[in-house]
Each structure stands twice: as structure tokens, then as C-alpha cells.
């Protein structure tokens, strides 16, 4: 039994009820999880994954210097307010679309190129759209949740592949979580509501 794949899985569950709440503390979890899942993944032979986990160290800093920013000091009772939950604008579509493209042919030409990978093409698809994912979710855009979906379950079907079952599981979790997550947000966004953050 891999301990270090299982512990890595018990975080992703804290992670992943934090992302349900929108909670700031998501990032704390955010940080440990990828520190474990760098040595998981090595020693899988995932490359891509193993390097979108160094990316996800960086984007968890920025994420929560976002969201911490986003709150503001206001009226008599010092309240603190978060940055609103939104839809992503339109004109953002085509942008991240090309950086998607350019990010999944460049990690599996790497792959391809320079490592023993046996699945490059599946495992840098999943990499590139985690890197928009990650994005979207640091600026709060509801429509995170459909990129976490697909990366989710392709992360399924890969890790069974490659026999990683107790992380196969937390993807399938995640899947099924994340059409939850995406209602609750929508919910959010719409009733202005903020979840807890402390």
C-alpha cells in the first residue's frame, strides 16, 4: 500500500470540501497536497503530472493573495468582504483556448521528446487544462468547475491505468463533487452570498 498516495488522497478531500465552501483556507490544502503528489507521480513515470504540481505550489500563493486582496475593510462594523464569485467574461474564452492548445502540444512534445512516458498525450491534456482550471479558480469564475470536471475524469481512467487506485477514487470524487461545487457556486453567485472564510 502506497501511505504517502493515501495520505495525498485524505488532503484532496479536506481540499476539495474547502473549494465546495469557497473557502480561502482551500489554498493551505492546495499547498500540501502537491507537495505529496510530487513524489507520488514520480515514481508513477507522470511527468506532466509531476510538473503541473510545482505550477500548483506557485498558483496556490497566488490564489491566495487574490482572494485575500479581494477582501475589503468596510462600513462601521469592519466587515470583511471576499471578491464575488462571477462568470468568466466572454472575451476570455479564445485566450485561454490558445494557451490551453499551445500548453498540451508543448508538455507532450517534452514528454514524448525527453521521458519514458507511456501516455504523453493523455497526461499533458490533463496538465495543460489544469493550468487554466487553477486560473479560473484563483479569479473565482463559476465555469472552473466544468474545466475540473473533464481534467477529473480523465485523471480517473488514467490513474486506474496506471494502477493508482486510491487516487483514481479521489478523482472519481471529484468529479461527481465538482457538478455539485458548480451549483453551489452558481447559488452563491447568484443570492451574493459568501460562504465562510475563517
Known amino acids: 500500500m502506497n501511505y504517502l498516495e493515501l495520505f495525498g488522497t485524505l488532503v484532496g478531500l479536506v481540499y476539495l470540501w474547502l473549494e465546495y465552501r469557497a473557502s480561502i483556507y482551500l489554498w493551505l490544502a492546495c499547498i500540501i497536497m502537491p507537495a ?31 482572494w485575500s486582496r479581494g477582501r475589503k475593510k468596510h462600513d462601521a462594523q469592519q466587515e470583511e468582504k471576499e471578491i464575488p464569485i462571477t462568470r468568466m467574461p466572454f472575451r476570455k474564452y479564445f485566450p485561454l483556448t490558445v494557451v490551453f492548445v499551445l500548453c498540451w502540444v508543448f508538455i507532450a512534445w517534452i514528454l514524448i521528446k525527453w521521458t519514458d512516458s507511456s501516455v504523453p498525450w493523455t497526461d499533458s491534456f490533463t496538465t495543460a487544462l489544469s493550468v487554466i482550471a487553477m ?64
Open 36 to 66: 505529496i503528489y510530487l513524489v507520488v507521480y514520480y515514481q508513477a513515470g507522470l511527468y506532466a503530472d509531476f510538473g503541473i504540481n510545482v505550477y500548483y505550489l506557485i498558483a496556490s500563493v497566488y490564489g491566495w493573495i487574490v
Open 135 to 198: 486560473w479560473m479558480l484563483a479569479r473565482k469564475y463559476v465555469e472552473q468547475w466544468w474545466a475540473w470536471m473533464i481534467v477529473d475524469w480523465v485523471c480517473c481512467a488514467l490513474y486506474i491505468y496506471k494502477e493508482l487506485y486510491f487516487t483514481s477514487a479521489l478523482y472519481g470524487v471529484y468529479a461527481i463533487v465538482a457538478f455539485f461545487g458548480w451549483r453551489k457556486w452558481l447559488s452563491l453567485m447568484k443570492t451574493g452570498s459568501r460562504t465562510e472564510n475563517k
